[in-house]
């Protein structure tokens, strides 16, 4: 069993699938210049208020009045820290009309990134990269609806039994309380006939997103069981074949990062090529390059890797991008991302845009390094 340390190099949203509502779910609280979001710990205030409030309580949260007050009115001595489960600074102005894309937390409120997401993205990189020397035996007549499990089938196994992936355990990364910053995500470049990447105020669609913030770590722990690979091969042969590139964690890492590093230098070419005349692109591309350098110190020990996980990575770094070298990927990839849009975007490259951050921040980039 392997120890991990996990370092984000940006901020990193692994979604709990709720989200919060103004002033029903949490509070804005400003001190000078900085906006805090707090978010409301129900029973709390209940406490402060009183059961025989409750229905004053309900009425407040449809009229959408003000929940500070409301507390104030029947707790008067109390302040926005007595009932709040946690406070996260706020990078972004935010206005009633916001909803709050939360970070999964655990019973005891712990922000973490599961095991799940962790694995599901040295997934991804795997298959990316060994799937190259797989497609071609699976041209001849490819049933295109299941290619995809087909290509995974091939390269891990062709059911959960036979998967070797199985036998890669991840750990989950759990990080400090108060980790947690809140931002506003943006279709950050998205390329049109206008002469601008960057959209106008009214077409962004913003997104408040709670996300751990850069530069928090965590250790979660990796395994690789050969063991118990071996004895299971050794039973049943219907049992996947082990990619050398996942037998030692040495060899993962280098795998992940020569991904990773694929993926950063298509992205850089990508937009100097296709956003060479347009406006706003310079400041993402700086990004992408800071986080080329990350991957780079990787490079040599393969002790330490770089991984993009998480909300608003993108389609090519969320499917790893592997589909783009099927002779068919603009007729019938292509067409099935873009449902009934096809003619519409015929003119554009895929794809066309990119979330970011207000500020123009990256999202999901982490670092990885064996203890």
Not at 223 to 231: A, C, E, Q, T
Not at 301 to 319: E, P
């Amino acid at each position: 069993m392997s120890k991990i340390k996990i370092s984000t190099l940006t901020p990193v949203h692994i979604g709990s699938g709720n989200f919060l509502q103004y002033n029903t779910d949490f509070v804005v609280t400003r001190k000078n210049t900085d906006s805090y979001l707090n978010i409301i710990d129900e029973r709390k205030i209940l406490e402060l208020i009183g059961v025989v409030h409750l229905n004053d309580w309900v009425l407040s949260i449809e009229r959408n009045e003000d929940t500070q007050e409301l507390v104030k009115r029947y707790s008067p001595h109390s302040s926005v820290s007595d009932y709040i489960l946690r406070c996260s600074i706020s990078y972004s102005s935010i206005v009633p009309t916001d909803t709050l894309k939360e970070c999964i937390h655990d019973g005891l409120g712990v922000p973490y990134i599961p095991g799940s997401s962790i694995k599901g993205a040295i997934r991804t990189a795997l298959v990316a990269t060994l799937s190259q020397e797989i497609i071609p035996s699976l041209l001849d007549k490819p049933n295109l609806k299941h290619l995809a499990s087909d290509v995974e089938g091939k390269l891990f196994g062709k059911d959960p039994k036979e998967d070797v992936f199985r036998f890669l355990q991840v750990g989950d990364a759990y990080f400090d309380k108060g980790s947690e910053i809140v931002l506003r995500l943006i279709m950050g470049l998205n390329i049109t006939q206008n002469k601008s990447l960057r959209p106008k105020k009214n077409d962004s669609k913003p997104q408040l997103v709670e996300a751990i913030g850069v530069d928090e770590e965590a250790i979660f722990s990796l395994k690789i069981n050969m063991d118990y690979y071996l004895k299971a091969s050794n039973i049943s042969d219907k049992i996947g074949k082990m990619p050398d590139e996942m037998r030692t964690v040495p060899a993962l890492f280098h795998l992940i990062n020569k991904h990773t590093s694929t993926l950063l230098t298509q992205e850089i070419d990508f937009w100097e090529r296709e956003g060479r005349d347009k406006i706003g692109m310079e400041d993402y591309v700086e990004k992408i390059k800071e986080m080329l350098d990350e991957v780079n110190k990787c490079e040599g020990d393969n002790q330490s890797c770089v991984l993009r996980v998480g909300h608003a990575s993108g389609w090519r770094f969320i499917t790893g991008a592997w589909s783009e070298q099927l002779p068919f990927f603009e007729s019938f990839v292509m067409n099935a991302a873009r449902p009934g849009n096809r003619n519409r975007y015929n003119d554009y490259p895929f794809p066309k845009s990119r979330r970011m951050d207000f500020d123009g921040d990256l999202m999901g980039f982490v670092k990885l390094s064996m203890l």
